[in-house]
């Protein structure tokens, strides 16, 4: 029997994918192409979105233009991990979206996936609605292989969106929604103290960081 070279690995890594950019740039559309494409070619898929993301679809990943793919739904890393790896060797492709509404835990979750050769498609905001970075997507689209930034359309002038601006006086980190609490603005009309009076960016509310 031929003996494995020196320095080969066993198992040759996968990779991860990050898709990322502000609300109604097209994340989920595009995680949602990447996964169907996944399964077309006749790979095993396994698809996860975070509970707190009811707005258009329960057991799916759904995006603003009412594409669906069905995922399960987890409240915390530590349930999707206690879903996917007992599965894990039948999963070729794991797809996550709303990442941002998950904690560390995801990043050496990756990292233990793609070691294991699995393909990992991860969608997520990049910031928050005071423009900042929203953890772990910095870490995430540090490690990846592939980093999908997109953009919108600016719901004020129509140039080129980058920011996600949030509508109303709520000054909680996580408030999930959609058009009337959110809006995609350029750099010129991005207004994070318009309705957060000039606030520093926040730590997450002790209710929404226990079920991340």
Same mark, same amino acid.
């Given at each position: 029997?031929?003996?494995?070279?020196?320095?080969? &690995?066993?198992?040759?890594?996968?990779?991860?994918?990050?898709? @990322?950019?502000? +609300?109604?740039?097209?994340?989920?559309?595009?995680?949602?192409?990447?996964?169907? *494409?996944?399964?077309?070619?006749? *790979?095993?898929?396994?698809?996860?979105?975070?509970?707190?993301?009811?707005?258009?679809?329960?057991?799916?990943?759904?995006?603003?233009?009412?594409? @669906?793919?069905?995922?399960? =739904?987890?409240?915390? %890393?530590?349930?999707?991990?206690?879903?996917?790896?007992? +599965?894990?060797?039948?999963?070729?492709?794991?797809?996550?979206?709303?990442?941002?509404?998950?904690?560390? #835990?995801?990043?050496?979750?990756?990292?233990?996936?793609?070691?294991?050769?699995?393909?990992?498609?991860?969608?997520?905001?990049? #910031?928050?609605? =005071?423009?900042? $970075?929203?953890?772990?997507? $910095?870490?995430?689209?540090?490690?990846?292989?592939?980093?999908?930034?997109?953009?919108?359309? &600016? %719901?004020?002038?129509?140039?080129?969106?980058?920011? #996600?601006?949030?509508?109303?006086?709520?000054?909680?980190?996580?408030?999930?929604?959609?058009?009337?609490?959110?809006?995609?603005? &350029?750099?010129?009309?991005?207004? $994070?103290?318009?309705?957060?009076?000039?606030?520093?960016? %926040?730590?997450?509310?002790?209710?929404?960081?226990?079920? &991340?």
């Amino acid at each position: 029997m031929a003996t494995m070279a020196a320095g080969q &690995c066993a198992i040759h890594p996968g990779r991860i994918e990050v898709i @990322t950019g502000p +609300m109604f740039s097209g994340k989920s559309e595009e995680l949602i192409r990447r996964l169907k *494409r996944a399964q077309i070619a006749k *790979r095993r898929v396994a698809c996860f979105k975070p509970d707190l993301d009811v707005r258009y679809h329960r057991t799916a990943i759904a995006s603003h233009s009412a594409q @669906t793919l069905d995922a399960l =739904t987890v409240a915390n %890393m530590e349930e999707l991990k206690s879903v996917l790896m007992p +599965m894990v060797d039948a999963v070729e492709v794991v797809g996550i979206d709303e990442a941002q509404f998950f904690d560390a #835990t995801l990043i050496s979750l990756s990292n233990e996936l793609v070691q294991l050769g699995k393909r990992i498609i991860i969608a997520g905001l990049d #910031t928050t609605f =005071t423009g900042e $970075p929203f953890a772990p997507m $910095p870490e995430l689209l540090a490690i990846a292989d592939e980093v999908v930034k997109l953009s919108a359309v &600016c %719901m004020q002038c129509g140039a080129p969106a980058v920011h #996600t601006q949030r509508l109303g006086s709520s000054q909680s980190l996580v408030l999930v929604g959609a058009a009337g609490v959110y809006e995609a603005r &350029c750099r010129a009309c991005f207004r $994070p103290w318009a309705d957060e009076h000039g606030s520093e960016q %926040m730590e997450l509310p002790v209710a929404a960081a226990d079920r &991340c």
